[in-house]
């Protein structure tokens, strides 16, 4: 029973450079997330996407991507990495309103 | 919008003690959810307890309970008979049931709650 599994679990990258975190989760959840999570700080939605093919903006989405061509996975792009999205980075998911959220275990990416 | 407040950023609690987090928060809303989460250090989010606001009854978890006041809007954790594993960071969240907000049921976080248990 995997869940919510996010890969990669640690990523260097350089400034400018450009990288996409999965996210794909196996319990047929419609609704799917994506966070970042600054240093001593609580969770900050990015993106998020209530069905294949619909996804929307969250509170800081200045900087990803996202698409949502299944179901299953919900891909993070970053285009030109920045010091400043340096974070941990969760992906979650929840079947309805009325479910908790499921999250993965999260990405530490670091931009040098 | 809505907002989280945790005011406490860092607590500690002998081992087999009784500690309290703070949460409050800020809604328009009469009808929502509120989750404690737990965050170790291994970085997993963990569900620790969830309290839906139409419930008067406080929600309760095995060693952990709440103090949901809605009035106040205000939701405090008890942890009970305190473990070394129960040290982590403790995040409140709150979350609306309206499908027609456009955020599709994302969670609001507070800032977190660091807690030290000491043996």
């Known amino acids: 029973n995997a869940g919510v599994t996010q890969t990669p679990k640690f990523r260097i990258l350089k400034i400018g450079q450009s990288m996409t975190l999965q996210c794909t989760q196996d319990?047929?959840?419609?609704?799917m997330y994506w966070y970042r999570q600054d240093p001593g700080m609580g969770l900050k939605l990015i993106y998020y996407?209530?069905?294949?093919?619909?996804?929307d903006k969250g509170e800081v989405p200045n900087g990803y991507n996202v698409s949502r061509s299944t179901t299953e996975d919900f891909p993070l792009r970053l285009e030109l990495a920045a010091p400043s999205q340096t974070s941990v980075y969760f992906c979650?998911?929840?079947?309805?309103?009325?479910?908790?959220?499921?999250f993965g275990d999260g990405t530490r990416l670091s931009i040098l | 919008a809505q907002t989280v407040t945790q005011s406490q950023p860092e607590m500690s609690v002998q081992e087999a003690e009784t500690v309290t987090l703070s949460c409050t928060y800020d809604?328009?809303?009469?009808?929502?959810?509120l989750f404690w989460y737990k965050q170790p250090p291994s970085r997993q989010m963990i569900l620790v307890i969830r309290?839906?606001?139409?419930?008067?009854q406080n929600a309760t978890e095995n060693r952990f309970s709440v103090n949901f006041q809605k009035a106040a809007k205000s939701f405090s954790l008890k942890i009970s008979d305190s473990q070394l594993g129960d040290a982590a960071m403790y995040f409140c969240?709150?979350?609306?049931?309206?499908?027609?907000?456009?955020?599709?049921?994302?969670?609001?976080f507070g800032g977190g709650t660091r807690l030290m248990v000491k043996p």
């Open positions: 979650a998911s929840t079947g309805n309103s009325y479910q908790p959220q499921h």
């Open positions: 319990m047929n959840h419609n609704y």
């Open positions: 996407s209530v069905g294949a093919g619909i996804t």
């Open positions: 809604t328009s809303e009469s009808d929502y959810y």
């Open positions: 309290q839906e606001a139409y419930k008067q």
């Open positions: 969240a709150y979350r609306s049931v309206r499908f027609e907000i456009k955020a599709g049921n994302m969670l609001t």
